[in-house]
Nanobody, 123 residues
C-alpha cells in the first residue's frame, strides 16, 4: 500500500500551493483521508480530513478559512488547497488513509501514511 503526496515547495507569505495525495482505489475508495503536518522540533498535527465520499470535511482551527480539502474519487486523489500561507505553515505535510469512512483528527485513526512533502513559506 502506498500513498504518494506531492505539490510541496517554497512560497512567499500570502501565496498558495495545492498538495495532492494519490493511492490505489483499494486504499482510498471507502476510507476517509487526512492531511497532517510536522514542523521541525514539533509534534505531528492534524490539518484537515475528508470523508470517503467527500461529503464531510473538518479542519484544524489554525487553517480554517485558508485551506480546503477535497477529493476526486475517480482519480483516487485527495487535494489540499492552501491559500494565504504563513511562515507558521512551514512543515512536512503527510497524507494518510483512515481505518474508516469518516475520521477525525487523531493520527491513531489512520492506518496508511504517505512519505510527506515539504512546504516552506518564507520571504
Amino acid at each position: 500500500v502506498q500513498l504518494q503526496a506531492s505539490g510541496g515547495g517554497s512560497v512567499q507569505p500570502g501565496g498558495s500551493l495545492r498538495l495532492s495525495c494519490t493511492a490505489s482505489a483499494r486504499t482510498f475508495s471507502n476510507n476517509a483521508v487526512g492531511w497532517f503536518r510536522q514542523a521541525p522540533g514539533k509534534e505531528r498535527e492534524f490539518v484537515a480530513a475528508v470523508s470517503w465520499n467527500g461529503g464531510s470535511r473538518n479542519y484544524a482551527d489554525s487553517v480554517k478559512g485558508r485551506f480546503t480539502i477535497s477529493r476526486d474519487r475517480a482519480a483516487n486523489t485527495v487535494y489540499l488547497q492552501m491559500n494565504s500561507l504563513d511562515p507558521e505553515d512551514t512543515a512536512v505535510y503527510y497524507c494518510a488513509a483512515a481505518y474508516s469512512s469518516y475520521s477525525g483528527s487523531s493520527p491513531s485513526s489512520y492506518k496508511y501514511w504517505g512519505q510527506g512533502t515539504l512546504v516552506t513559506v518564507s520571504s
